[in-house]
């Protein structure tokens, strides 16, 4: 089982950056593949970025694409969202996902998820 920890979220004028961060454990943190994703109410997740741990790979939403930046720190089993130039269409719930090579399947975990409010 893997568990992830969100933290950083908050309120932030627009135009303004803040950074998320992710703690995993429970797994092999170097095999997983990680991302994040952001939730608005009556919503599905949205993919914002994701991390590929066999290549090194980072994929991004064309949403987010200069703006928003992922990095990863496998000696601290962590990731970190970095958000500049933020607008309120920002603002959403962010969730860390992780997915788990499993007896040739993903199995695929979530985080809590942490606010992000983009407001004047």
């Known amino acids: 089982q893997v568990q992830l920890v969100e933290s950083g979220g908050g309120l932030v004028q627009p135009g303004g950056s803040l950074r998320l961060s992710c703690s995993a454990s429970g797994s092999i943190f170097s095999i997983l593949d990680m991302g994040w994703y952001r939730q608005t109410p009556g919503n599905p997740p949205r993919f914002l970025v994701a991390t590929i741990s066999s290549s090194g790979v980072t994929n991004y939403a064309d949403s987010v694409k200069g703006r928003f930046a992922i990095s990863r720190d496998n000696a601290n089993n962590a990731i970190y969202l970095q958000m500049n130039s933020l607008k309120p269409d920002d603002t959403a719930i962010y969730y860390c996902?992780?997915?788990?090579?499993?007896?040739?399947?993903?199995?695929?975990?979530w985080g809590q998820g942490t606010q992000v409010t983009v407001s004047s």
């Open positions: 996902n992780a997915d788990e090579p499993s007896h040739g399947s993903w199995q695929g975990y």
